[in-house]
């Protein structure tokens, strides 16, 4: 069981990310499931459509839609899974690679225009620190 003081970090913390997190999304010109998508193929290479579902966690059938629009926009493309013929592998294509890096950009150019004008040199050191705490906790099993 936390303790209180653990659980009102805990509660603090996820309002605060929740309100960054949406703030950042108003910037978003892709929609997140496929920027969220794009960015899975562009740090893990090829991927089935399956591969893809598991990592995003949400079901295959999903997957396969938003695998389609992106298709449609030509960001992603597919080819033969090399060992497995009835697979397929999808992966970013040069134009979804140069949308993914405007969006992050994007994001990031908010994010740092926003950190410079709002805090002081004290509080971006704390939160450069802090990112690596959040890192850590992010990736807890």
Do not use: C, F, Y
């Not at 805990?10 to 950042?24: P, Y």
């Not at 899974?81 to 999808?90: A, E, I």
């Amino acid at each position: 069981m936390p303790t209180p003081e653990a659980a009102a970090i805990a509660a603090e913390l996820r309002t605060a990310m929740g309100k960054l997190t949406r703030r950042v999304k108003h910037e978003d010109r892709i929609p997140l499931g496929q920027v969220a998508v794009l960015g899975a193929l562009d740090r893990n290479g090829a991927m089935t459509t399956s591969d893809l579902a598991a990592d995003q966690r949400v079901r295959p059938q999903s997957m396969a839609r938003v695998v389609g629009l992106l298709m449609e926009q030509d960001l992603i493309t597919r080819r033969a899974h090399p060992t497995d013929g009835r697979k397929s592998l999808v992966e970013l294509s040069d134009a979804g690679r140069a949308a993914l890096e405007t969006e992050r950009s994007r994001r990031a150019g908010w994010l740092a225009q926003a950190i410079e004008a709002e805090l002081t040199d004290e509080e971006r050191a704390l939160l450069a620190r802090s990112a690596a705490l959040l890192e850590r906790l992010a990736t807890r099993d």
